[in-house]
């Protein structure tokens, strides 16, 4: 409330004591009192939206959080420079510090303690039972969810489980931070009490956005696979990293109950479970058997603009809404097209996408590194603007300059006397072309997915949905644990059928490293840009070998004049014209390093001043 309000209402109050002596025992005209809040379900259910919008703009930001990984680079810069070069310290943490990251320790302990709220009192609403099952229901979930979040970036964490008042003794308030295995253990009791609530609630009878019992399941399924994986089995992570082993508190980073092997039996069932009984999900088929590469890749492209019923639980942003997550056109972009081009995905990713017949992309290949952007997947042209992509129309403003709509992210020789490269044209798309040079990419490529401009104008709003959790994550889950056990022919029945949607052909390995390694290539391909991957490389462990963490490169596109083509007045991409050549360069924009410590962040100097009892993650200062 501003100041200004605040005093009218004081003046108001003042005015009132003057004719009456109980105006303290007057109800607020203006404000709804907690207690009504149990008295109308309408009331409740706006108290729980208000939780749900703790997601705010879920994925669909101007700062992405795949530019804090090997997905992408962040064009403006900002908090991403610590972030990425492994320079987080407890006063700064980067990006992770800024609202929009959604793991925030305040921000998500203080919708935790609305889900405790929920959860004291709603049972005695006076409402009907049904919608006070759900909203209980709710509550559990997202406080699972938001927890999960915590134990993600900080490890093990005070476990706040119910309202504290301020009547409390000072105690309540200075939570130790519970053991890693406990903090697992809540959330799993959590997920089961909200499965017991929302066993009826379904994606078809069920409010879009909001929590059923196949995303309770399916964030059982994550949970499980986070606690199974490398960086929380103590014998795994120490033999990996020093800083990890030595950890004086290895009880706030580890699971320490059962084998490795248990801990994988138990995803691979929670998983198996929801894939037997998806309850109305499916994963996407992206247009059926039989499609061209390039009616796959356009399958694939408005797979990630619709709802599906892949989409177990999304946020889902309306074009008439002023919010974050109707503005990724703009946000990302060319800017050649009046966009921001925020985060350009960077070498790595774009080598990642596998070739047609699925062999390995390789700079070393001579036809590969003549033609890099022939002959790739469909998910590669579903996901990625590079030079020469035919795109739409440009505004009329820049289609004066260049009229084919054409992505031209390349230097372009047009006099055959000029060879000299910092002289050619610069592309409408690149930094020093005709659009917005601010905004344009240092990476030479441009993010399609996500991206589809309201009617042909990158700078109107769109309708979208972020998916939190796909049932394809869960399929995914399933493939990792059969490989983590050994059950390499069950893993490859599962991954064989999703590659084929995608028009790869069947893996035959019988290798488990190998195995193992086609396994997160294709899940780092499949949920690129859904904020998954950053906590992959985490607990796989493999970020300090992963090249995109370690460098940061991008693309140079030059276009020769083939002899004998005497001068042109514009670049049209005329293969009988040019020859184009392309060089992977080194980019200064980040001094890219993983170190140890990032593995996880560091609790706020706040927090750990304002209370005695926490102790401090590995490799940061207490």
């Known amino acids: 409330m501003k100041k200004a309000n605040i005093l009218c209402l004081l003046s108001a109050a003042l005015i009132t004591a003057s004719c009456s002596t109980d105006f303290l025992n007057t109800k607020s005209q203006t404000e709804i009192m907690a207690e009504d809040i149990w008295k109308e379900k309408n009331l409740a259910e706006a108290y729980m939206y208000d939780i749900y919008f703790a997601f705010q703009d879920a994925g669909f930001t101007e700062e992405l959080q795949a530019s804090a990984c090997d997905e992408a680079l962040f064009t403006h810069g900002r908090e991403f420079r610590e972030t990425n070069a ?49 909203l209980k229901g709710e509550a559990y979930f997202l406080r699972a ?47 089961e009490n909200a499965a017991e609530c929302l066993k009826d609630r379904t994606f078809a009878n069920t409010q879009k956005g909001r929590a ?8 059982k399924v994550r949970v499980l696979t986070d606690a199974a994986s490398d960086l929380h089995d103590q014998a795994t992570a120490s033999a990996k990293s020093s800083l990890l082993g030595s950890y004086d508190h290895p009880e706030l ?56 019923a892949d989409h177990i639980f999304s ?128 990476t030479g490529y441009y993010l399609k997915k996500y991206i589809n401009p309201a009617d042909g104008d990158h700078r109107n709003k769109i309708n979208a949905i972020f998916p939190f959790i796909r049932l394809s994550e869960i399929y995914f889950c399933y493939i990792e644990a059969c490989i983590e056990l ?22 035959t390995t019988n290798d488990q490293a190998e195995l193992r390694k086609i396994y997160q290539n294709e899940r780092r391909l499949e949920f690129c840009y859904e904020e998954i991957r950053y906590w992959d490389l985490r607990r796989w462990m493999i970020a300090p070998d992963a090249p995109g963490l370690n460098s940061l490169k991008g693309i140079r596109v030059t276009a020769w004049l083939k002899p004998g083509i005497g001068a042109q007045t514009k670049y049209n ?47 940061y200062s207490d």
């Open 253 to 308: 980073i580890f699971y320490t109950e059962g084998t490795k092997a248990d801990r994988w039996r138990a995803a691979k069932a929670a998983a198996k479970e929801l894939l037997d009984n998806p309850m109305g999900h499916a994963i996407p088929t992206y247009g059926g058997p039989g499609l061209s590469t390039e009616e796959k890749a356009e399958a694939i492209w408005n797979f990630f603009l619709t709802e599906s």
């Open 145 to 191: 969810y938001f927890t999960h979040r915590l134990t993600r970036a900080f490890g093990g964490v005070p476990l706040q489980l119910r309202v504290t008042q301020l009547t409390d003794p000072q105690e309540s308030f200075l939570l130790s931070r519970s053991s890693y295995t406990d903090c697992i253990k809540q959330i799993l009791s959590d997920i």
């Open 315 to 442: 946020r889902y942003f309306i074009d008439t809404k002023d919010e974050s997550g109707t503005k990724m056109p703009v946000f990302n972009g060319p800017s050649g097209y009046h966009a921001w081009g925020g985060n350009t995905p960077v070498q790595d990713l774009v080598d990642a996408f596998a070739m047609e017949d699925g062999s390995k992309f390789d700079w070393s290949n001579a036809q590969h590194a003549a033609a890099p952007y022939s002959g790739r997947e469909p998910r590669f042209y579903a996901t990625i603007m590079y030079d020469g992509m035919q795109w739409i129309q440009r505004p009329s403003d820049y289609a004066t300059i260049e009229p084919t709509g054409k992505i031209q992210t390349g230097y372009y020789q047009l006099d055959p006397s000029v060879t000299d490269e910092s002289k050619f044209y610069s592309g409408m798309d690149t930094r020093a072309g005709g659009g917005e040079s601010w905004n344009a990419t240092y």
């Open 486 to 507: 050994g059950e390499l022919d069950e893993a490859k029945k599962y991954l064989n059928e999703y590659r084929a949607n995608v028009n790869l052909p069947a893996v």
């Open 212 to 219: 059923t019992l196949a995303a309770v399941k399916a964030l």
């Open 86 to 134: 492994g320079a987080v310290t407890d006063v700064n943490l980067g990006w992770f510090s800024k609202t929009q990251s959604g793991h925030q320790w305040q921000r998500l302990y203080l919708n935790i303690r609305s889900c405790n709220d929920f959860i004291e009192n709603v049972d005695d609403a006076t409402f009907a039972d049904e919608s006070k099952q759900q």
């Open 573 to 619: 991409a005329d293969p009988t014209k040019w020859d184009m050549k392309y060089q992977v360069i080194d980019l200064a924009e980040e001094a890219r390093q993983f170190v140890d410590k990032c593995y996880y962040l560091p609790i706020m100097r706040d927090e750990m001043n304002s209370n005695k009892n926490l102790i401090q993650n590995p490799g």
